[in-house]
C-alpha cells in the first residue's frame, strides 16, 4: 500500500544547531513529495515539494529537503533552528494520477533556546 | 495567511444533530479538498472538488456530503453526528486538479460533538 512515514513524533535541537525531521514512502511508480508546517491552532503551511529534478528542492524560511530514492526518504533539513521552528511537521506523498495528499502522522519540533 | 476562509472557526453540537462547514478557495484556485484531523486518526483525506465537480473520494463516510458551488466555495456537510467525529476541519485549494500542485489550507473548523 502507498504510505508516508514519520518515524520521530517528536525532535528537540538546541537553537542554532542544525535540525533534520526524517520522513520515508512506500509508493510504486513516482512519488511527489511534499513538506507542509502546523503552528498551534493554525492551518497547514507549505513548505517545499519535489516533483521532479534537483534532489535537493529549497523552500520557506530557510528549509530545504532531500529526496532520496534509493533510500526512499525525503528528510526535511535547516542548518541552524530557530526557537520560532518549533511547530508540527507532515511530510505528505501524492502520485501520478492521485489527487489528495498522503499525510505522514506528523513530527513535534522543539527548539530549545 | 493562505486565502483561504473556513467558517465557523469552532462549532459545538449534541450527537444526531447536522451541521454546515463552508470554506472559500484562495482566489483563482478551482480545486477544493476536504481533510479531517483528529488525534487518533491524523489527517485524513475526505473528498476534492474542481470547478464544482466531484473528482476524488477518501475516507468519507456516508453520513458526510460536500458540495462545491458556481462562486467555487464549498461546504461539507456532516448528519448524524457522533462522538467521534469530533475533530478538526480543514479545506484546501489548489490551482489545478493534479496533487502535484501545492495546497493551500485554511485555519480550519474545530468541530466537538457533545
Known amino acids: 500500500a502507498q504510505s508516508v512515514a514519520q518515524p520521530e513524533d517528536q525532535v528537540n535541537v538546541a537553537e542554532g544547531n542544525p535540525l533534520t525531521v526524517k520522513c520515508t514512502y512506500s509508493?510504486?511508480?513516482?512519488?511527489?513529495l511534499f513538506w507542509y508546517v502546523q503552528y498551534p491552532n493554525r492551518g497547514l503551511q507549505f513548505l517545499l515539494k519535489y516533483i521532479t529534478g534537483d534532489n535537493l528542492v529549497k523552500g520557506s524560511y530557510g528549509f530545504e529537503a532531500e529526496f532520496n530514492k534509493s533510500q526512499t526518504s525525503f528528510h526535511l533539513k535547516k542548518p541552524s533552528a530557530l526557537v520560532s521552528d518549533s511547530a508540527l511537521y507532515f511530510c505528505a506523498v501524492t502520485w501520478t494520477g492521485r489527487r489528495a495528499l498522503t499525510f505522514g502522522s506528523g513530527t513535534r519540533l522543539q527548539v530549545q533556546p | 495567511d493562505s486565502g483561504v476562509t473556513q467558517t465557523p472557526k469552532h462549532l459545538i453540537t449534541a450527537t444526531g444533530q447536522r451541521v454546515t462547514l463552508r470554506c472559500s478557495p484562495r482566489?483563482?484556485?478551482?480545486?477544493v479538498y476536504w481533510y479531517q484531523q483528529s488525534l487518533d486518526q491524523g489527517l485524513q483525506f475526505l473528498i476534492q472538488?474542481?470547478?464544482?465537480?466531484?473528482?476524488a473520494k477518501g475516507n468519507i463516510l456516508e453520513r458526510f456530503s460536500a458540495q462545491q458551488f458556481p462562486d467555487l466555495h464549498s461546504e461539507l456537510n456532516l448528519s448524524s453526528l457522533e462522538l467521534g467525529d469530533s475533530a478538526l476541519y480543514f479545506c484546501?485549494?489548489?490551482?489545478?486538479?493534479?496533487?502535484?500542485?501545492?495546497?493551500?489550507f485554511g485555519p480550519g473548523t474545530r468541530l466537538t460533538v457533545l
Open positions: 509508493v510504486s511508480g513516482n512519488p511527489y
Open positions: 482566489s483563482g484556485d478551482l480545486s
Open positions: 484546501a485549494s489548489s490551482a489545478g486538479l493534479a496533487g502535484l500542485n501545492e495546497q493551500f
Open positions: 472538488y474542481y470547478n464544482g465537480e466531484e473528482r
